[in-house]
């Protein structure tokens, strides 16, 4: 069973329920909540994949985040690299999202400039409901209509790049103001850079792999975001961390850069 271990005065065991109070999303508001995993030593992926790092807790957690969204946010690369394929609820996914009344599938969201997304791509494929193709209008006119032809639904948010803010702004304004962000890096800088981020759930692995792995957030540098810590939980050697950021200035127009910026 997972422990919470900070505040200190909430020290306690949690049954599923504690977990999901905890893990909710604020009623009633837009909320974007980022979820990583990285290794004691920092590294978020091994041999390119982050899914060697995830541990039950991890996984549990994660997929906490994703049964009370109203949507899942993820880079183009990352979906190709990660193999997403849309969420697949499971009698137990149905049953939690239909007690809080959410769609019984939420749709992903992914956001590409064009180039590293193909339109045969499992997130777009083999969804169970269409996929969000976040996109600019300098993708190719060809490459949109073929997304769609896939089954996507295409938004074009910006001109030369993804304009985040406007991304956003556009899943909000269908009723999607549950946000759960699963990467990658580069998305996490950008959406980071526009300050749009309310949430960051960060699971710590007991794991050290050293070598070439990034960071969870990269890109461009950035005026640091300070954060507060909401809450830590523990479970066998995995800790689990939930932070809020405190921005001191609305949303700015954003954008990914280039395809690399797609993850």
Known sequence: MMHQVWP?????????????????????QRWLAV?????????????????????????EVLRLGSDLADVLLVGATTAMVEGFRGVHPDRHTLARRRRHDLADTPPTAVVTTGRSLPPDAPVITRAR???????????????????????????VAGED???????????????????????????FGALTAVRLVDELRLTVSPLLTAGPAGRIATGPPVRPTHLRLASAV????????????????????GRVVDDAGDT
Request: with cysteine.
């Open 8 to 28: 200190a005065e909430h020290a306690r065991p949690l049954d599923d329920d504690a977990l999901e109070r905890l893990y909710a999303y604020p009623p009633r």
């Open 35 to 59: 979820n990583f995993v990285a290794g004691a030593d920092g590294a978020v992926e091994v041999g390119g994949l982050a899914r060697p790092l995830s541990t039950p807790p991890d996984r």
């Open 129 to 155: 409901v269409p996929t969000i193709v976040l996109t600019c209008a300098s993708a190719p006119a060809a490459t949109r209509r073929a997304w769609q032809e896939a089954g996507a639904d295409v938004v």
């Open 161 to 187: 790049t993804v304009d985040l803010a406007a991304a956003v702004a556009a899943l909000t304004g269908r009723g999607l103001r549950r946000i759960d962000c699963e990467g990658g890096p580069r998305l």
């Open 234 to 253: 523990a479970q066998d050697d995995t800790l689990l961390l939930r932070y809020l950021t405190r921005p001191d200035r609305p949303p700015r127009p």
